[in-house]
């Protein structure tokens, strides 16, 4: 198992606690990590950069970013290699570092027009990678629900790879995700609908997209569910045994093309770029939100918005929660369905209940197509 030897690698039994130079060796190593791929986008931007995204970047900003990530990795290193007795962690973030800097570090020349075509989206990876976790871990690592889970739980491996899966080939499934909605605008869309919408203050029109945009993935999240064929592709992102913010990115490629596409639809619809754009930010926000493990509950809050505590009743194993929860943004949907399930307390137990998928990505993949079955 490849966490196994990570584990072996990079771990050892001393504390992970604050002050004990594990948190600085982590830190270290994922900044290194970005900072040597930031490196590396400025080097092979036809291969490595994603087009759409290329023109809107601040490259100043984004030079000065992987500056700070260079010598933050380099002082975390220093910090960890003092106080911790393995230095393997702090090295690694180190060497990293070092090795973005021999490449020419922030100033890089970007030489030559860059054209379209097809490109890795490596800087998408990294920079979504950066400001989620930039977001989530102090979240989950402050205020856990489930304290003993630990940023590294079991499987967490998959789930980068799920992550990366999604945000490397950018280009095929935007084009996977867009294309049945942008098809759809052909025949439906709606002119007195897009000025009737227009006309409307933008955070009404906003707030009315997320509406629309819950209702339709309430419908197709609940067929992902009944529909014996459409259930294997979407198990997988119920076989999480253990949730927080990157649980959330195992999804079967085919779940998530269904998905967005059933969201933009009616989107498209009516709604201008800009509103669409922002949902597309919140839904990514607030999705990953609610798989996190975090503790606090907001008893006020939870009656309007889904808060972790919800959707995790969502991925329980237990029979009374089964089928419950579909929507992910208003709980009142489930309500108006009869969907809705949420006690006071947290589940106990997170899975797949009477069933297995196979444990890597690969079969995780394939198995959904081929309806090959396996028993507990
Ligand atoms: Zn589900
Ligand atoms: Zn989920």
């Not at 260079?70 to 180190?94: D, E, N, P, Q, Y």
């Not at 906003?206 to 294997?232: C, G, N, Q, S």
């Not at 009142?332 to 307390?345: M, N, Q, R, S």
């Amino acid at each position: 198992m490849i966490e196994q030897k990570i584990n072996e690698f990079f771990g050892d039994t001393e504390s992970s606690g604050f002050g004990t130079g594990w948190w600085s060796g982590i830190l270290s190593a994922f900044f290194g990590f970005l900072s040597l791929g930031g490196v590396l986008c400025l080097h092979f931007p036809q291969l490595l950069s994603t087009p759409d995204l290329r023109p809107h970047y601040p490259m100043h900003t984004l030079r000065v970013l992987i500056q700070c990530l260079i010598v933050a990795a380099i002082l975390f290193g220093v910090i960890s290699s003092i106080l911790r007795k393995k230095k393997t962690l702090a090295l690694t973030g180190m060497l990293l570092a070092i090795a973005a800097t021999a490449l020419g570090g922030s100033s890089v020349q970007i030489n030559g027009a860059v054209h379209g075509g097809l490109a890795i989206g490596l800087d998408w990876f990294l920079l979504d990678l950066f400001l989620m976790a930039l977001i989530y871990v102090p979240l989950e690592r402050l205020w856990p629900q489930y304290p003993k889970q630990g940023t590294f739980r079991k499987d967490w491996t998959l789930d980068v790879v799920y992550f990366m899966s999604t945000h490397l080939p950018l280009q095929i499934l935007s084009f996977l995700v867009l294309l049945p909605a942008t098809q759809a605008t052909k025949y439906l869309g709606v002119p007195v609908l897009q000025e009737l919408i227009a006309r409307m203050p933008w955070l009404l029109q906003f707030f009315f997209a997320v509406v629309v945009a819950d209702i339709a993935e309430y419908f197709i999240h609940l067929a992902l569910h009944k529909v014996p064929f459409l259930w294997r592709f979407h198990a997988v992102h119920h076989s999480s045994k253990a949730l927080d913010w990157i649980a959330g990115s195992r999804s079967h490629f085919v779940d998530d093309t269904l998905v967005r596409g059933f969201i933009l639809v009616p989107l498209m619809l009516g709604f201008s770029q800009s509103i669409i754009l922002a949902y597309l930010i919140f839904v990514t926000l607030h999705a990953t939100w609610t798989h996190c493990n975090f503790g606090l509950n907001a008893k006020w809050l939870e009656k309007f918005l889904v808060m972790p505590r919800y959707h995790h009743w969502h991925h329980t194993s237990q029979k009374e929660s089964i089928d419950k929860n579909f929507a992910i943004h208003f709980p009142w949907i489930d309500k108006v369905f009869g969907t809705y399930y949420f006690p006071e307390e947290w589940p106990e137990n997170y899975g797949l209940s009477g069933e297995e998928i196979a444990p890597d990505f690969f079969r995780q993949t394939i198995d959904p197509f081929i309806g090959k079955k396996r028993t507990p």
